[in-house]
């Protein structure tokens, strides 16, 4: 079972281990502010790694899910509390010294969180976690199967990440897709407060009350305005989920999609919070195609009701059962260090003929790649229903994206691959394959410019899918909350806002 978890969902079937960095030579001596910094933290604090400690490669590397993302920081500062998380970043300011900060260490490219020559800030010590009747505190350095597990014992869930090992920070700073979305919206849109160390050192709660403002540039914000050293979110009462893992074969895949599109366009008075990871794999060798889906729905109906259209499909596996949270996302690991890996996404209004031409157009361009080593393609949806955009429309606060509430249909490559050699011939294969794609769907008067985070490539601009005026907010916010811009002058880190 666990086998076919984790393929079916990161196209993880062959692990090909490479620990190698691809980053620029790092000469970690010459950076004279990391140098500074890294003296000036060793003189505060125990917990930094130095490239000749023991422990250097484990940090420096092993705890990156991509290959690419290796890099060789000056050092590395593993933080207890926020006070030293303040210290740090004041010292990264006198010093000039360029950082970057690993949560989860999920986001994929090289440089959203680990830097050659510069300062890593390692969260997970910050592991705290306080379960409260209906909201948690949870510190950045945990995972999500963590606060799950924090949260099975009081039969509450969290809305954030559909695998085991992915950093509640930086999924909750972008956003967050979950099986509930539908339902309770994004991540984003559960945090009650966030304890946040701003770039002068500072320390402050934001909230719906306190810096209002930047609470909201917080939704869907990532990392441009500080450090969050807390999260506070919101939970709910759902001690038991109905799951569903179903797999198709070739002939099954248009009805697939198809059903992928129904769910988005569910649009239910008083919906059942459930969601999916809805993914098509291409075997190029056999030439193979299958569909799988992971389904989750809150409560005990057995099958999950909401996924009756899928359940019609004929297909090769299909597993129901009535479990928790925590037991469902034990078996989703998404193990580190196995590939290098591409993404490129884009959005578009449900069309389901449209979305099966993508997949046929998609399957033929992985044919002419076939010879790449280690290569693993999976073609992967998510959707945004009325459902959950409208949360963020009537709850008084709203977040960045400025979604409407007309459901999406995320389309993505990820493309899993061996050797560093073949990372600019992927690149431009999948970059110029989604970009091709989507200029159809704007010509239909079907494509959303709306760009995720999570999903998007190292070579897409998310902010340019925003509503122009929330960038506009964004900008002024971090002018007022970072004047010295060490947020967008030091940190090195995946999407930042630009100027
Ligand atoms: C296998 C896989 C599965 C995924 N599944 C999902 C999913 O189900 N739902 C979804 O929405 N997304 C998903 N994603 C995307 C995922 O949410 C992002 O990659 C996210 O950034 C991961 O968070 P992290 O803490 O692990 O990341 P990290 O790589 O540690 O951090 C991501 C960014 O946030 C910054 N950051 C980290 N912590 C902080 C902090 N405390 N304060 C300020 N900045 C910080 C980092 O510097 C970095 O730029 C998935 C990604 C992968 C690779």
Known sequence: ?????????????????????????ADISSTKGASCACKRLSHTSKDVISPNNANYTTQAADKYWDVRADLSPACIFLPSSADEVSKAISIFGSCNAQFAVRGGGHMNYPGSNN???????????????????????????????????????????????????????????????????????????????????LGNGTQVKASKSHHADLFWALKGGANNYGIVTKFTLRTFDVPKIS??????????????????????LLDEKDPIAAGMVATVQYNATTKTPSASLLGVQEGISRPPSQFANFSAIPATTRMNNVTTMKQWATNLDSPKQMFRVMFSHKTMKPDPEVLVSIYKAWKDAVDEISDVEGLYPTFVTNVVSAGAARVALTNDVGNVWGLEDSPLILWQFSTGWALAQDDLRIKAWSQQLAE????????KGIASEFVYMGDAGEWQNPYAGFPKENVARMREIRSSYDPQGTFSRLNWGGFKLGF
Not at 243 to 264: H, K, R, W
Request: glycine residues 10%; negative net charge; hydrophobic residues 45%.
């Open 243 to 264: 799951t569903t893992i179903q797999v198709y074969n070739e002939s099954g895949i248009p009805d697939f999609l198809q059903a992928v599109c129904d769910m988005a």
């Open 115 to 197: 830097i050659d020559g510069g300062v890593l800030l390692a969260l997970e010590k910050l592991n705290d976690v306080q379960v409260h009747k209906d909201t948690v505190e949870v510190g950045p350095g945990l995972t999500w199967y963590d606060l799950y597990s924090s949260l099975e014992p009081h039969g509450r869930v969290a809305i954030g990440g559909r695998l085991k090992t992915i950093g509640v920070p930086g999924l909750t700073l972008i956003g967050g897709f979950h099986y509930f979305n539908n339902k309770y919206g994004f991540a984003m849109d559960n945090v009650v407060s966030y304890d946040i160390v």
């Open 436 to 443: 091709n794609l989507h200029a159809i769907n704007v010509e």
């Open 1 to 25: 079972m666990k086998a076919f978890l984790i393929s079916s969902l990161l196209g993880l079937a062959t692990a090909v281990s490479n620990s190698s960095s691809i980053g620029l030579p």
